[in-house]
């Protein structure tokens, strides 16, 4: 359960879009008149009367909501997405249209941003070594397909490493995660199939579904009763005007959701799916090697059989500081994808030094490299995600998500304080990702907060020393519900009290 946004910040988050607005139409006016310089894309003299590319309303954002704060996104770093970055200074001129670098590097930048959940992000230690070993003997590319020249050794043994990690029969690896997502749900579905869809689920699996031709219908986000009444409609009416039965049913679902930090509620999804004779796509992107005891997502967290799930996807570009993603399940299944999917078929194979980093830190997660490290991580991720959300509570933010996420969201809500909270973070050498629309519904702009096994104690007090300050000075504090320090309550019990609206 999210707490509610407050009524008068609503109001004032509208009011902000809205001044915001009548601002833009005025300087497109101003523009059109040439009293403003455009500086935006425009159809060249001879265009003028054809059908206008770039006249809608993202444009319309684009030009004069977002290029007000673009200098809060795209900053180049030029060190090791690790605990700490370097980042390359740049300066605007020109009101965030064009950047420019002083040649200053900015150091030590403590990193709350990337997804290195369990810290394999590194250029030193037992990964680095494999991968560079692997890359001298291999080289960078394969310059193939796996259906031609590119099916190396080491895509064996990675594909029979992650099916053992998971608990399945079978595994399939894929050069990107975005296509592991849009090109194989077109495999599975087609027309005359039906996809159940959470209304949150990431673009890569909306574009997935869009591009199967299925008839897709969203449920509400983890919200059990919406997907069974999904379910129950489909099975009673068939088809639209054939009611014809569907050809198959899938359940889009993500473990993770990576704006909202909660966690899918798998037994219940699992109990329907078995109840209605639908199949289950469980996108594992953000939480293989973040979640459960030992690492392996959100089925080991819940304690469930891997084979309850019928097609487990997830990707090697957050926990395990890689690049790319997988497919397990039945082997049927995979054999199945290694002849129809256009990921297999049509992409090139996986760079060997980067199928070296992953078999590298698998099996440091399971343990198969001699040591405890990879469990001592996953616990040490566990502990930061929730001293971390526990203190932000106390402070008074609003927080989404699950306590066990380590993708944690602090509500900004209103446009301008999204500028301000990236650049004010900055300034005290913390890096933060912050989040607008249309990433987010347009009232509900955030920052997102990624916690990593790489953060020690020190680190996290720091950055939440810093947020406290910036929370202070932005006015950011809205919750209603501020927890009580965990020194001044019985340890066994969780008490609220009730601050001043």
């Not at 993500?254 to 037994?267: A, K, Q, T």
Request: neutral net charge; aromatic residues 10%.
């Amino acid at each position: 359960a999210f707490e509610e946004t407050p009524m008068l910040v609503a109001v004032l988050t509208y009011v902000g879009y809205g001044v915001l607005t009548l601002f833009g139409y005025l300087r497109d006016f101003m523009r059109q008149w040439k009293i403003e310089k455009c500086q935006n894309a425009t159809e060249r003299e001879e265009q003028k009367d054809f059908v206008p590319l770039y006249q809608d309303f993202e444009n319309f954002y684009t030009r004069n909501l977002y290029m007000r704060i673009r200098d809060s996104w795209n900053r180049p770093i030029c060190s090791v997405p690790g605990a700490k970055v370097d980042m390359m200074e740049r300066v605007s001129h020109d009101y965030n249209w064009t950047f420019t670098y002083t040649g200053r590097v900015i150091k030590d930048i403590i990193n709350m941003g990337s997804y290195n959940y369990l810290g394999f992000a590194q250029n030193a230690g037992t990964c680095q070594e494999a991968a560079a070993k692997v890359l001298s003997q291999y080289g960078a590319g394969v310059c193939s397909t796996r259906q031609e020249m590119g099916n190396l050794d080491k895509h064996e043994e990675l594909e029979k490493l992650v099916a053992r990690f998971l608990g399945v029969e079978s595994a399939m690896a894929y050069g990107m995660g975005f296509a592991t997502n849009s090109m194989n749900i077109p495999a599975l579905v087609g027309k005359g199939c039906l996809i159940l869809s959470d209304e949150l689920n990431h673009a890569s699996l909306v574009l997935g579904a869009r591009l199967s031709g299925a008839t897709i219908r969203i449920f509400k986000h983890n919200n059990m009763q919406s997907l069974e009444k999904l379910l129950k409609d489909a099975i009673v009416h068939g088809q639209p005007r054939t009611r014809r039965p569907w050809k198959k049913i899938l359940i889009l679902v993500e473990g993770i959701y990576s704006m909202e930090g909660s966690i899918v509620r798998l037994p219940e999804v699992i109990a329907l799916k078995k109840k209605y004779k639908s199949y289950l796509y469980l996108d594992e992107a953000h939480s293989i090697g973040a979640l459960g005891p030992s690492g392996r997502g959100v089925v080991d967290y819940f304690g469930l059989n891997p084979e309850d799930v019928d097609i487990m996807m997830g990707t090697f570009t957050k926990s395990f500081g890689a690049a790319g993603g997988y497919i397990g399940g039945k082997k049927e299944l995979i054999d199945y994808l290694r002849t129809y999917s256009h990921s297999a078929v049509y992409a090139t194979s996986m760079s060997p030094p980067v199928v070296e980093q992953i078999i590298t830190s698998v099996k440091c997660i399971m343990g198969e490299d001699g040591t405890t490290v990879g469990k001592a991580r996953v616990q040490q991720l566990a502990e930061n995600t929730r001293y971390f959300r526990r203190r932000l509570k106390e402070m008074g933010f609003i927080i989404y998500g699950n306590e066990d996420s380590p993708v944690v969201p602090l509500m900004l809500y209103m446009p301008a304080k999204i500028g301000a909270f990236g650049r004010e973070m900055l300034k005290r050498n913390i890096g933060v990702v912050v989040v607008g629309f249309p990433a987010t519904p347009i009232i509900e702009s955030r920052a997102r907060f990624c916690l990593s096994a790489a953060h020690t104690k020190e680190m996290l007090d720091r950055a939440l020393k810093e947020i406290d300050e910036v929370g202070d000075l932005l006015q950011l504090k809205y919750s209603r519900h501020r927890l009580v320090p965990i020194l001044d309550r019985p340890f066994d019990e969780t008490t609220y009290e009730e601050t001043e609206d």
